[in-house]
């Protein structure tokens, strides 16, 4: 089942770097009772998802939070200390909270599971931005062609504010 506008998020845990090192927070943590803009990009570091999603997020951080956004989330099929690093090198101002996705299960959980082996890269998750609120799916725009970011990015969910 693919997930809609109007759905709950079902219960998935990810995987995140604190200065404690890797914790657990589950959709619960994430998602109950705050508005989330979501961010869910393919995997991190590859070249559509550093150099045009995640500048489209961080140039939009400010404005999506004074529209009411509580967290901005990013969210990819890889390891805590992948997406560690990669919020070090493109969220200078610490406006983010990576999750790690690292087996799919919320990809797959949520259905939005991408089957990029043929490139050698295994399960990923599709590339969209959703707007959540209180664990509820309120927006959902899921990019047709993976390399891509015409609807994903921070501007256009800015924008549907």
């Keep these: ?27 619960t943590d994430v998602f109950k009772g705050k508005k989330v803009a979501l961010f869910a990009v393919p995997g991190a570091y590859t ?16 404005a999506l939070k004074d529209k009411g956004v509580d967290t901005i989330a990013v969210v990819s099929v890889n390891d805590a200390f992948v997406m560690n690093a990669w919020k070090r090198d493109t969220d200078q ?49 899921l990019e047709a062609v993976p390399s891509k970011v015409e609807v994903s990015g921070g501007d256009t969910l800015l924008s549907q504010l």
């Design 47 to 62: 070249g559509t998802c550093h150099k045009m999603h995640m500048p489209s997020i961080f140039l939009n951080a400010y």
């Design 93 to 141: 101002r610490d406006e983010a909270i990576f999750l790690a996705d690292g087996n799919a299960d919320f990809a797959k959980a949520i259905g939005l599971e991408l089957d990029a082996s043929g490139n050698g890269l295994g399960i990923r998750s599709k590339r969209y931005s959703m707007l959540v609120d209180d664990s509820v799916v309120k927006i959902l725009n």
């Design 1 to 27: 089942m693919t997930i809609k506008v109007g759905d709950k998020l079902p219960e998935s845990t990810f995987r995140v770097m604190t200065a404690d090192g890797v914790q657990t927070k589950t959709t």
